[in-house]
């Protein structure tokens, strides 16, 4: 099993900055996608950035992040500490959602991954 904890989400006004951080442990594969989404009362879960724990595996792509937030939102991982970080610059009060964590862990590649997600952290951004 695995588990995901988010951490790092509050309160900012807007133009200011947060870092949220996602921390996993448990049975990891040294094949992974962890990715971040966030959600709004009433709509999808958007996905924003996501993250492969090493390149040019068949059947993983590479990083990502979502037109949507890119050049303000930066995806980065530690796979020693087994930790992924959303740096988010520039918020608005568009960005007010709950932020999730997403773990895609591949038993084998090309293979579909077990997936996971963490309990979410709340951002509010004001104006």
């Known amino acids: 099993q695995v588990q995901l904890v988010e951490s790092g989400g509050g309160s900012v006004q807007t133009g200011g900055s947060l870092r949220l951080a996602c921390v996993a442990s448990?049975?990891?594969?040294?094949?992974?996608?962890v990715g971040w989404y966030r959600q709004t009362p009433g709509k999808q879960r958007e996905l924003l950035a996501t993250?492969?724990?090493?390149?040019?595996?068949?059947?993983?792509?590479?990083?990502t992040v979502a037109d949507a937030v890119k050049g303000r939102f930066t995806i980065s991982r530690d796979n020693a500490k087994n930790t992924v970080l959303l740096q988010m610059n520039n918020l608005t009060p568009e960005d007010t959602a709950i932020y999730y964590c997403?773990?895609?862990?591949?038993?084998?590649?090309?293979?579909?991954?077990?997936?996971?997600w963490g309990q979410g952290t709340q951002v509010t951004v004001s104006s």
């Open positions: 448990g049975q990891i594969y040294a094949v992974n996608v």
């Open positions: 997403n773990l895609q862990n591949f038993r084998r590649v090309p293979g579909d991954p077990d997936d996971y």
């Open positions: 993250s492969p724990s090493a390149v040019n595996v068949r059947g993983i792509g590479p990083a």
